[in-house]
């Protein structure tokens, strides 16, 4: 399998050359160049699998330079029930009549991006480990992102993480989550400013050629196809959980932010997985929802972008998003590139309304959108809290006021759960007058000791911390 990049660069390049690097060389983002079909008999043959050998299966479609042994041993050790929770993984359970809840957020930071970091965490290592390399990822948080990077990399040889935050900004849960990890290769800096300081800092840091070659700096950001690919592979597992036999559809709702979780629905669709509806939902923040309502696709700026009580949706565009755009325009680089590169940066946006292919995004690819606001949420957490007993996160409850709006008859429908209620525990008190429940492995996490080294909003103090650290 081979990759390409969506603005049409000539390069091929192979998975693990991909890996580590960010955009493709012309600023777009890679994809493989075509979707491995899944036919009927490997549907059925799949059905039975564990989580683990599963996400082997799907990830031998994509991954061809690494031994199949190796990249079992590395399925295996990530996907276990020591740290997802259930043997399952992703536990699918029911709310009323044909809706159902996929928990994808059991790992050990209780969001969904544990799916695909904690993978993420042990490619690294290995591709590092066969190069003789080693990498020091710096990033920019404030909270989720941050906090799953360091749980996957905390331990990895080969790998440093350097984790920016707004000081005193994060929640004392957040900041316990990850100020209590004691591993030497996990660097906090609590930087005296705001999260827009910790960006630009880390973009600085970056835009330092020699610096970033000297100290080996790379990211994990969302556009990385890695973590793509492994979000793939919990719609096969919500698909066979929901299902008896491979003739049903179902549709998936998705809390959606940056577009990442929702492509790898659609990448799913692509391959062959039988998905009837691929439901975007988005908080106040609605860039992706105007889109697939107007064909309209409008970045919005800073003093347009709302901070909500559903924080990791709070987006001014969706930085996956281009990766569908592509698809839909059939693939043609060139045209991507006039989008997302001349139209983007002139006008700040786009308009598909006129254009065929805008018809083809519900048509052909199944895509549908709604929004939900801070009282759909209140309203959704009590009802879903009083109905079913059943605690849930602000992002999973846009995900199923959205859903309930785009239910259809005998087709079962799975909502995406991102995070568990805790890590918004504000907001739960103000829905529900009550705290939400800790898990056990929780309990007490603010009175650990902390390591944090608080900063400067001082580009030069951030390197100098760097370079101390980095032997
Ligand atoms: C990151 C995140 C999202 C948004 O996911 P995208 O892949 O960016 O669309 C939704 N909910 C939670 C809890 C998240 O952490």
Redesign the pocket.
Known sequence: MLYISTRGHADRKRFCEILLEGLAPDGGLYLPERYPQVDEATLTAWRGLSYAELAFEVLSLYVDDIPAADLKAICARTYTEEVFGSWEIVPLRALENGLYLEALSNGPTL???DMAMQLLGNLFEYELARRGEELNILGATSG?TGSAAEYAMRGKKGVRVFMTSPNGRMSPFQQAQMFSLQDDNIHNIAVEGVFDDCQDIVKAVSNDLAFKRQYKIGTVN?INWARLMAQVVYYFAGYFQATSSNSEKVSFTV????????CAGHVARSMGLPIDKLVVATNENDVLDEFFRTGVYRVRGSADTHETSSP??DISKASNFERFVFDLLGRDGDKTRALFHDQLASQGRFDLSADPAFQMAAQRYGFVSGKSIHADRLATIKDTFQRFGSMIDT?TADGLKVAREQLQAGVPMIVLE??LPIKFAETIVEALGQAPTRPAKFEGIEALPKRVKVLPADVALIKRYIAENVH
Request: net charge neutral; hydrophobic share 35%.
């Open positions: 969001a969904f991006k989720d969302s809390p959606s932010g940056n577009f990442g979780n929702v990791s949706m992002h991102t995070a």
